[in-house]
């Protein structure tokens, strides 16, 4: 079998568009790799399952009698909790309007020991009846796991 010059130009041809398809779509899947954000709970990140030092977003409720506030700055720390575990929360900025003592937050920010997050965004439920959806579900398991011992 002869290979002509046109069959050549041709087998190029594929191989220049197939070479930059996967060029595309390694870069892609590189991209969304480097933005992708992954949720933890206290117990979580007390049994050392979270990155230090890695962005990840976190979620538990706030607890009662643990805000404290800088006289001076917007600096601001208090404490997270799941139905068994308990973290230091830091943060610099204005809190949400509805950000409360005893409501859901869900915070992005980096882990920067097995028991303080340092937050640079915090997000509150919008109204009453609203929790984040990975605290209503972290806080369903919790409370089915309870149930069944």
Known sequence: MKITETNKKRMIKIFVFFFAISSFSALLIYAFSK???????????????APINSFIRIGGMVKVNSFQKSKDSLKVTFKIYDLNEEI?????????????????????????????????????????????????????????DLSNK
Not at 35 to 49: D, G, H, L, W
Not at 115 to 131: C, G, I, P, R, S
């Open 88 to 144: 230091n929360v830091k943060y610099d900025g204005i809190l949400p309007d509805l950000f409360a003592e005893g409501q859901g937050v869900v915070m992005t920010g980096k882990l920067i020991n097995n028991n303080t997050f340092v937050a640079n965004e915090v997000l509150a439920k919008h109204d009453e009846n609203y929790m984040p959806p990975e605290v209503a579900d972290m806080m369903k398991e919790k409370n089915g």
């Open 35 to 49: 933005n992708m954000v992954y949720f933890y709970t206290p117990s979580q990140i007390i049994k050392q399952e």
